[in-house]
């Protein structure tokens, strides 16, 4: 169980699930052409799963002494899990994931693809040891690596399919990935610095440069209420643009995404204590799952 919470299970579980939802939830319903059969599907989400645990490991590797005053009762490497473990498994996950990624490349016939993963563990190792410590470059970073866990689908399994008969059809099911994948970058670049706020008195010993650190609570809380509003702002639009004759669509936007992110807003504009924060950041998780399970939904929009 150790080792479950050392690469952070939960989150390699939504990871899995927004893979699959885009999957079986957007792309097999409506006969898209598809390129990977199930079994290559299964190492695809394998192969992220395993680049996205390795970042974990390392990114408590080099936060032991920032976590002490974080999160002291969480942290694991050093107590629980010796630090040459937790280095072993952070490369045998690295290992497994881009030679999966190798495998994937060549079997699509897009051999350059494999370069993907070998850049994403290349940019996660980079976030914990250096770029997490830089104004608001970490917090960007990290969403963007958020943002291609689902676009990756879509470049491994939509991409390579696409013919000149097909092309309309793939392009849109493939933009609604983006949609998706632009939502999920922008929630997790709100929830990064909600994250910041959090950890601020842990993040000034380490020597971080984060946005909090920089610009003060006051003000930091105050832009996170502000790219909350816009964030609201850009749902809506997107709802009316996309979806407005889409009833049970729509619903669902409104109370599962829009009214959620509402709530997130007025609590950040008077959020001051690390719990307010803590809870803020976990409102946002809830956001990200509900907006990942829309697509499920999203048959009905293109059904009709």
């Known amino acids: 169980m150790k080792y479950l919470h050392l690469i952070r299970y939960q989150n390699l579980i939504f990871i899995a699930l927004a893979q699959v939802f885009i999957r079986y939830g957007l792309f097999k319903p409506f006969g898209i052409d598809i390129t990977l059969n199930g079994f290559g599907f299964s190492l695809l989400v394998i192969a992220t799963l395993c680049i996205a645990a390795a970042g974990n490991i390392i990114n408590d590797i080099y936060d032991i002494e920032i976590d002490k005053i974080n999160k002291p009762k969480k942290v694991l490497i050093g107590r629980k899990v010796s630090e040459r473990s937790a280095n072993n498994l ?99 670049v709100i ?38 509003v816009l964030l609201v702002l850009g749902v809506v639009f997107y709802m009316y643009q996309y979806l407005y004759n889409q009833q049970i669509l729509l619903l669902y936007f409104l109370c599962a995404i829009v009214a959620p992110l509402l709530y997130f807003c007025v609590l950040a504009w008077t959020a001051k204590t690390k719990k307010e924060y803590g809870f803020l950041s976990m409102v946002l998780k809830i956001i990200m799952f509900t907006g990942i399970c829309s697509i499920l939904l999203f048959q009905i929009a293109l059904l009709d």
């Open 191 to 228: 929830r990064e610095i909600v994250k910041d706020l959090e950890d601020i008195n842990g993040d000034k010993k380490g020597e971080m440069n984060t946005l909090p650190i920089a610009l003060g609570r006051k003000r930091t809380t105050l832009i996170v209420f502000i790219l909350g």
């Open 90 to 188: 952070f490369i045998g996950l690295n290992v497994v994931g881009v030679a999966i990624g190798f495998y994937l490349a060549n079997i699509i016939g897009k051999p350059a693809f494999a370069a993907l993963f070998i850049v994403f563990s290349a940019l996660l190792y980079l976030y914990a040891s250096y770029l997490k410590g830089i104004i608001l470059v970490g917090n960007i970073l990290i969403s963007v690596l958020v943002a291609m866990s689902l676009i990756i689908v879509g470049l491994f399994d939509l991409m390579p399919a696409i013919t000149p008969t097909n092309q309309t059809t793939q392009s849109t099911i493939f933009s609604i990935v983006l949609d998706y994948a632009l939502f999920a970058f922008f929630l997790n």
